[in-house]
């Protein structure tokens, strides 16, 4: 019998064949568990459905709507803003599809909006809506791609648009006077995948919205919006600071969903290869995930494996095709690597192999996570934790049928915030999906955005509450000493003739950019903020792009270039920078016997100073010096320090003798260490990856005269990450104490205190020392807290 036609064994016995041949002793499996299935509960169509909407969803294979489909839309229907949260391919669509298609095809005139965050997630819900054949519905795409005469036909004459937050920012609100007519009957804004609008994006987006929501009062408008989003904490309050309006939540799931095991997996540590110091390694979470993927396609499951990176998606598919080679020379045809950068017709055709069962194994990056319709696999495999809880179910929720369970793979990478969730299994399986984080506040965000909105509509008084009140009121002073604004008795005015959209760039915290070149042809490969281009395409730095491999041969700061040929080396390349960090104010200061918790602004001075060659396996190669200039970041950070007598264990005034017994020739190293591994977990408690966010440490800081750990965010003016680790400073360091000892190696690695950007080369660190401090560090607060 064909593979392809073979019935797949149940969730355990996959299971089986990826453990079988590891020898019991070296059993990777730390945790497993079945979550139940969970019957389906519908509802009768409401009844101001149109009966041609009814008819052409009915076509389409939708029989009756979920429950929390007919909700969420009936919220909409009658004009209540609305977020729907709720588990992957739970049918989020026909929530906002039920109120806008029935609107459009009742009237005439009326136009909605559609926003997402990739425009291949925006095409995939107008070819969804275009499929139904609804003669009054006219939906298009609208994005940087569109050309101009099909742009013209979607201002001139579509009633449902859909785009993404750039061609809005950029095209639509800048020359609104020629997008009236949308405008002035705008009935609904969509935003779906809301909660990938986070950190400076979701800033952007954030202040982007009450813009769009301006101008369209300006033409008479006042357009109901409805949201989409992965589970998430709190969404009504999330979605209405994203959106300034207060939002009705929909949570309760009403889809069904197959029982799924879930199996959370550490690779062991390699004993034939060391890291940077002698420190072990582990097995990569790739080379891991290609053999377990080899397996469950011998089996016939139809599995995908999620990988972090392009690169690492199509070396995951290279192994998995390796290990089959030499069981049937048939099976590598049927694993292909999935990621953003493919063609269209690419990306459809391995959809639909994927979905037929001629193709069994995928890897893929979070290209397949968003939206497209993939689901009820066999398998998933995720080769390392992929950034937050709400990507980790968004991943997952693509394994499992109605009718057959499914099995569910999370391999640990090599990094503290893995480590500890293989060994904490409730920090994945029970603890709510994390706060999305996002700061329209922001100053840095706040004031090209208001530059924007005033060369849009001049700015009223009135209207400053919706865009944070006082700080917007002390950003547009800030304009108008730099003479970008006037204010006169009426408003604020921009000044020139030419607006300044084109110099905002709603995806990171500036505009100025850095083009990477290919030196032969003169090709623009890509761009990159000019903050991170010391240390993203510095001389000798691999640079991936759509799946190719360059290197980079030069960087010209000055001229805003970076030249590079093509290569494919077998290593990849990480930075190295030295940082200074420098007190601007305290907003926050908290005194917990011997040890205080701070939250303010910094001044962070940093310098890449070199760069390390890694193999695949994480074995360092070597470290190449850089001479490249300083860059100071005005930013947040959460910091605090610990006194003397705390740090030495010396008997302290009022208390009992204790503290964490270091020496004066520990305490750096212990520090050091410390730091490290609170960068690795801050992102369990804040929706942002640890290359949006830094450390220093110091037994001895100018600022505040005590042996100091600050945690900075990586953006200028904050994204809001330091604010949570404030928040939630005990959970987030008992969390950080917990990965360090959870690692079994015996003096610190990449699991735990190692970080892939320490600018003084992992050194000095002390794995034991870090304990002590964070034990030390959460006795004291915890004895001070309120009972």
Known sequence: MDIAEAEVAPASALLRRVLAGIPSGENPVTHLTTLPVRPPRHQDWPEWVPDDVVSALRKSGVARPFSHQVEAAEHAWHGRHVVISTGTASGKSLGYQLPVLSTLTTRSRSTALYLSPTKALANDQLRSVTDLGLRRVRATAC??????????????????????????????????????????????????????????????????????????????????????????????????????????????????????????????????????????????????????????????????????????????????????????????????????GFLPEERRELEAKLLSGELLGVASTNALELGIDIAGLDAVVLAGYPGTLASFWQQAGRAGRSTQDALVVFVARDNPLDTYL??????????????????PANPYVLGPQLACAAAELPLRAEELASFGGDAAR?????????????R????????????????VGIRGGGNDQVMIVEAETSRVLGTVDSAAACATVHQGAVYLHQGASFVVDELDLDAGIAL????????STSARDVTDIEVLETTSRQVFGDVTVCLGQVAVTSQVVGYLRRLPSGEVIDQVPLDLPERTLRTRAVWYTISDELLSGRLLSGREPGGAGLTSARIPGSLHAAEHAAIGLLPLFATCDRWDIGGVSTALHADTGEATVFVHDGHPGGAGFADRGHAALVPWLAATREAIVSCECPAGCPSCVQSPKCGNGNEPLDKAGAVAVLDTVLGEVRADLPV
């Open 143 to 340: 994005d940087g791609d569109t050309p101009i005469p099909e742009r013209d036909w979607a201002r001139d004459h579509a009633n449902l648009i859909f785009s993404n937050p750039d061609m809005l920012h950029h095209a639509m609100l800048s020359a609104h006077q020629r997008w009236a007519r949308f405008f002035r009957q705008l009935d609904y804004v969509v935003v779906d995948e809301c909660h990938s609008f986070r950190g400076v994006f979701g800033s952007h987006v954030a202040v982007l919205l009450r813009r769009l929501r301006r101008v369209a009062a300006y033409y008479g408008a006042s357009p109901t919006f409805v949201l989409a989003s992965a589970t998430t904490a709190d969404p009504a309050t999330f979605a209405q600071r994203l959106t300034g309006t207060e939002c009705v939540a929909v949570t309760e799931d009403g889809s069904g969903r197959g029982a799924r095991t879930v199996v959370l997996w550490e690779p062991p540590l390699l004993t034939e290869i060391t890291g940077e110091n002698g420190a072990p390694v582990r097995r990569s979470a790739g080379a891991e995930a290609s053999r377990i993927l080899a397996d469950l396609v011998i089996e016939g499951a139809r599995s995908l494996a999620f990988v972090t990176s392009r690169r690492g998606a199509e070396l995951t598919a290279a192994g998995t095709r390796r290990v089959l080679a030499d069981v049937d020379p048939e099976l590598p045809e049927r694993v292909a690597a999935y990621r953003a």
């Open 422 to 439: 293989v060994h904490h299994p409730d920090a994945v399986l029970d603890r709510p999906v994390e706060a999305a984080v996002l700061d």
């Open 474 to 486: 002390e950003v547009l002073a800030t304009l108008v000493d730099d003479k970008l604004l006037r």
């Open 488 to 503: 006169r008795a009426s408003g604020w005015y921009w000044t020139s003739r030419q607006r300044p959209h084109a110099q």
């Open 564 to 571: 590079v040929h093509a290569e494919n080396p077998e290593w």
